[in-house]
């Protein structure tokens, strides 16, 4: 089997590390598979893959008859097959993975009239693929009622995740591991989460926690156009001390088993790979009560009422009583690791094949 995966480009953000894990995931379940990364524009970081990446240009086709499946992530890929798809070979499948609820993604980044464009044309791309990936039935529910005359090239397969215990291992004793273990002490509760710092993650609940409980420190590793509102209203509501903000760090789950609780206040999520990062090291996690944390983990985590601080407080509290590490770790293990996401999308490429 052969197989093109088309990316946007490959900077580590969460859709190229899911594309990075599927591939591992193939290579190492399924050595027949033979796999090039397609990638449309060069970035200071990128992350490494274990076969060819080949840098494209947007406005020139590959042979896509060269492939029995070609896989895309994000839109300017998924546009890229809708122009070059035109007159494509027969044999050829082509599949997409929507990452996000589409048009609430496009919203937080552009605006309501730019992401009503956008939308549009990437809608309007899908009608070339033969099967679009969603990573939960919350998500299949959003598409079917968005997009419903694609509802039958819906496919549900959840993100996976592993995290490296001999990295974790080897940053146990750095500094930010100091820094995070020097706020810890019998009469606090070190609560934190790592993120790209938007609006839709709903942070600014956890500062308005901190002024309502005296015990809380919250740790943010990650970066953003929303931290600097974070910072400014932790000033404002005098909890400034209580706000660490470490910056954006490289492969930042390794300091989350640090954390008393791992925090996740999200407004709205696709498939949040942070939070399978803390459920692989036992992590007493409190999430928003969003569908789709309530699918993932419908009974090993602690919940708290969206944009109710007071309940979130209160989860908090639960949650550091209530030790639900093995529950969320036993969940994780059956059904959100590499292998079992990249077996689960080999299986859909064998059906796709079968389809012709």
């Known amino acids: 089997m052969k197989i093109a995966f088309i990316l946007p480009s490959l900077k580590p953000t969460a859709p190229i590390l899911v594309a990075q894990d599927i591939i591992a995931g193939l290579r190492k379940c399924h050595p027949n598979v033979d796999v090039t990364v397609f990638y449309l524009k060069q970035s200071d970081l990128q992350v490494t893959f274990n076969v060819p990446t080949v840098k494209i240009s947007f406005f020139k086709a590959i042979d896509f008859s060269n492939y029995d499946i070609v896989h895309s992530h994000m839109f300017k890929p998924d546009f890229y097959i809708f122009l070059h798809s035109m007159f494509k070979q027969k044999k050829t499948r082509f599949v997409s993975t929507l990452h996000s609820l589409f048009l609430e993604d496009l919203y937080d980044h552009y605006?309501?009239?730019?992401?009503?464009?956008?939308?549009?044309?990437?809608?309007?791309?899908?009608?070339?693929f033969d099967r679009l990936a969603v990573l939960s039935h919350t998500s299949k529910t959003y598409y079917s009622k968005v997009l419903p005359f694609f509802e039958y090239k819906l496919s549900i397969i959840n993100n996976g995740r592993d995290v490296d215990s001999s990295l974790i291992q080897n940053c146990s004793n750095d500094d930010v591991s100091c820094k995070i273990k020097a706020l810890k002490n019998d009469k606090n509760i070190v609560i934190g989460t790592c993120c790209i710092v938007r609006e839709l993650k709903g942070l600014e609940l956890v500062i308005y926690a901190l002024a309502k409980n005296d015990s809380f420190d919250f740790v943010l590793i990650g970066d953003g156009p929303y931290l600097e509102y974070l910072i400014e209203l932790s000033v404002k509501?005098?909890?400034?001390?209580?706000?660490?903000?470490?910056?954006?760090?490289?492969?930042?789950?390794?300091?989350?088993?640090?954390?008393?609780?791992?925090?996740?206040?999200?407004?709205?999520?696709?498939?949040c790979l942070a939070l399978l990062e803390a459920a692989a090291q036992k992590s007493n996690i409190v999430t928003s009560n969003i569908e789709i944390f309530k699918e993932i983990f419908p009974n090993e985590v602690t919940f708290f009422e969206l944009g109710n601080v007071d309940s979130l407080v209160s989860a908090i509290g639960t949650s550091y009583k209530k030790d639900l590490g093995d529950d969320v770790y036993m969940k994780y293990k059956e059904n959100y690791t590499v292998d079992v996401m990249s077996n689960n999308y080999y299986d859909l490429y064998i059906t796709m094949m079968n389809n012709k």
């Open 237 to 271: 509501l005098g909890v400034r001390e209580r706000f660490h903000t470490l910056g954006r760090i490289e492969n930042a789950y390794v300091y989350v088993s640090l954390f008393d609780i791992y925090v996740m206040p999200s407004i709205s999520e696709g498939f």
């Open 111 to 128: 605006g309501y009239i730019k992401s009503r464009i956008f939308g549009l044309v990437w809608a309007l791309s899908w009608s070339k």
